[in-house]
């Protein structure tokens, strides 16, 4: 016997996650995921998120050069994560 509605179960979670909210913050989360490929392996270790929240990233930079460095750097940082995620999920970056 055979169902013929029937759809794969990632199919399924996917529209359950979209009509829940769920899937905009799943792809917030995977900001974090792409932060070291986006920023550099120094950079990253260097700066930490601290929150993400509303599309809004706060970074924690170890020293003012890296608060420097990532701010000067903030249009293209923001475009290659919203690029690597696939949709506009980060807004805004702070650095502190």
């Not at 029937?6 to 989360?29: F, M, N, Y």
């Not at 020293?63 to 990532?70: C, M, S």
């Amino acid at each position: 016997m055979t169902n013929d509605s029937a759809s794969p179960l990632g199919t399924v979670l996917r529209k359950i996650a979209a009509q829940s909210g769920l899937d905009k913050k799943l792809q917030e989360v995977s900001v974090l995921d792409y932060w070291a490929e986006v920023v550099g392996a120094q950079a990253a270790k260097a700066c930490t998120i601290t929150k993400l929240e509303h599309g809004i990233i706060t970074v924690h930079a170890s020293a003012p050069v890296w608060r420097t460095e990532l701010q000067m750097r903030k249009a293209e940082v923001l475009q290659r994560l919203n690029e690597r995620v696939g949709t506009e999920v980060v807004r805004d970056i702070i650095f502190k």
